[in-house]
């Protein structure tokens, strides 16, 4: 640590803030709440952190323990004691709490008390040589690069990223012709009234689904009575958002709202166990791939 770096860490005990505090209770506060006002505080604070020198550098080679109780004690202490203290206790324990407050940035945003995207735009904003804007900068086209790689190399990662869309978009189609009264159109301005035909929608959608499986499951039944031999890789292709069976615009019986159905069987006697087996192996490789 050079002369000036350590002249820098002794001013916070001599400086004043702008509320008449010293700059060291400025350290020994905690992240606020996401709101603009606080961050941009907050990208301060960290400008200035910055400023005072690279704390990671100070405490390379010192136990993890050994800085949390410098911290600690730091923070437990005013200003004026430790202006008491001898220079090198009181070097020490201030370039602690130093590295205690840049800390607190990366568990803040990892813990979801501010969004890292959020904090990049407010960091942005200000000085490009801002070294945790860097840093967070860096990080993140590292994680991008990496992902975009998995998912040029791996054709099976890029079948599981194609569907995943594609089912919600199926699911949102298929529950869209379901509510085609109004042509889906919520006129109502309640915002009570909106949620509820939302979730009457919601609701029908799935009994429509959970209608569609039962009647694949019963044909899926019919077919091995018969003697055929049912891929699991063909039953994995089957969407139940069938809708040419479906009068929409017949009549809607209610009379038997009130008749106990009988219990349906979830079971065929079909090996999922391949399948399985490929999904188990899919998420095994992602992890490694994500752990490299």
Same mark, same amino acid.
């Given at each position: 640590m050079s002369t000036a770096q350590r002249a820098g860490l002794i001013r916070p005990l001599e400086d004043r803030d702008s509320d008449g505090t010293t700059l060291f209770n400025r350290l020994k506060k905690p992240?606020?709440?996401?709101?603009w006002s606080h961050f941009k505080n907050l990208t301060k604070r960290l400008e200035w952190l910055d400023e005072l020198g690279d704390t990671d550098v100070w405490m390379d080679g010192v136990a993890a323990g050994k800085v949390t109780d410098f911290a600690g004690e730091a923070d437990a202490s005013v200003a004026s004691e430790l202006r008491g203290f001898v220079p090198v206790k009181r070097i020490a324990l201030v370039a602690a709490l130093t590295h205690k407050a840049r800390?607190?940035?990366?568990v803040s945003v990892r813990e979801g008390t501010i969004s890292s995207s959020t904090l990049l735009k407010r960091l942005r904003s200000g000085s490009r040589k801002n070294? %945790?804007?860097?840093?967070? +900068?860096e990080v993140g086209r590292v994680i991008r690069t990496v992902q975009l790689l998995r998912y040029l190399s791996d054709a099976p990662l890029r079948r599981r990223v194609t569907a995943a869309p594609n089912k919600v978009e199926s699911f949102n189609r298929f529950?869209?012709?379901?509510?085609?009264?109004n042509r889906g159109v919520i006129a109502d301005n309640d915002p009570i009234e909106q949620e509820k035909a939302m979730k009457f929608n919601a609701l029908l959608t799935n009994a429509v689904i959970f209608?569609?499986?039962l009647d694949i499951a019963e044909l899926?039944?019919?077919?091995?009575?018969?003697?055929?031999?049912?891929?699991?890789?063909d039953l994995a292709h089957i969407?139940?958002?069938? %809708?040419?069976?479906?009068? +929409?615009f017949g009549e809607y019986s209610t009379h038997e709202l009130g008749i106990q159905p009988e219990a349906y069987d979830p079971k065929l006697d079909v090996d999922f166990t391949p399948l399985r087996e490929q999904?188990?192996?899919a998420l095994t490789a992602a992890g490694l791939g994500q752990a490299a």
């Open positions: 992240a606020k709440g996401p709101t800390m607190r940035v990366a070294a %945790t804007y860097a840093a967070f +900068r529950s869209q012709w379901i509510g085609f009264g209608h569609n499986a899926v039944r019919q077919l091995l009575e018969e003697g055929w031999e049912i891929d699991p890789e969407s139940p958002y069938l %809708t040419e069976h479906i009068n +929409r999904d188990l192996t």
